[in-house]
């Protein structure tokens, strides 16, 4: 559980790549449900987070678009569907870990691993209080604690707002009480720290202070990320 919790903890810091021992055409489904189960286990508040198993290429220049993770046991076979980040919700299945299920990907991109991430809720509305936002990053700081101990002197900066590459014109302000609005400034890069191949369309959003305001969102974001500094 020591080393689960370690890679679940660096990747979602986003501190640099995770090295791991899955870099093949598959990877086992113990490995993923071991690391995945963590997030499960934590007793910490947790209910303005989510957790995904992410997808993550070894080699420049492999796409993910249309891609499709397949869980393949003796008994049944469960398509799990890729974002655009090559995330998907993790089934934990008893049957499947039992007989260490392989995890295949429905065509050759190289070598590639799978990843734990922890995220932001989404909000339909695209509205989130600052309150609100410092609230989930608070939570995402503590079960990063808890998954490494080492963490204990970071603190939430801020959270990254990043949209799909095609997702039109892309618009996040700042809303005060007061009523002033201030645009955002768009960045690119890759979505977590230490990945290969094309960036992603971003905004950070950084806490200063006590202020009532709000982000506001005209876009709907594939991902909120916080930010530990």
Request: hydrophobic content about 45%; aromatic content about 8%.
């Amino acid at each position: 559980m020591t080393t689960a919790r370690h890679l679940i903890a660096s990747c979602l810091v986003s501190l640099g790549a995770c090295t791991s021992a899955l870099a093949a055409d598959w990877v086992s489904y113990r490995d993923a449900y071991r690391a995945m189960v963590v997030f499960e286990k934590y007793g910490g508040p947790k209910h303005q987070l989510q957790n995904h198993l992410q997808v993550v290429p070894l080699e420049k220049g492999a796409s993910l678009d249309g891609l499709q993770l397949t869980l393949a046991g003796k008994a049944n076979q469960v398509n799990l569907a890729l974002d655009p980040l090559g995330r998907t919700a993790f089934p934990l299945l008893k049957a499947a870990y039992d007989e260490n299920a392989a995890l295949l990907l429905d065509r050759r991109i190289g070598a590639f691993t799978v990843r734990p991430r922890v995220s932001l809720t989404l909000k339909a509305d695209g509205i989130y209080d600052d309150a609100e936002l410092r609230a989930a990053c608070e939570q995402a700081l503590g079960f990063a604690r808890y998954a490494d101990a080492s963490l204990r002197a970071r603190g939430c900066g801020g959270v990254r707002f990043v949209f799909a590459r095609r997702a039109g014109e892309i618009g996040v302000r700042l809303h005060r009480a007061e009523g002033q609005d201030q645009a955002l400034p768009l960045a690119s890069g890759t979505a977590f720290q230490g990945e290969l191949g094309e960036g992603f369309p971003s905004v950070v959003y950084r806490f200063a202070g006590a202020v009532r305001a709000q982000v506001i969102s005209a876009n709907p974001p594939l991902a909120i990320l916080p930010l530990f500094e």
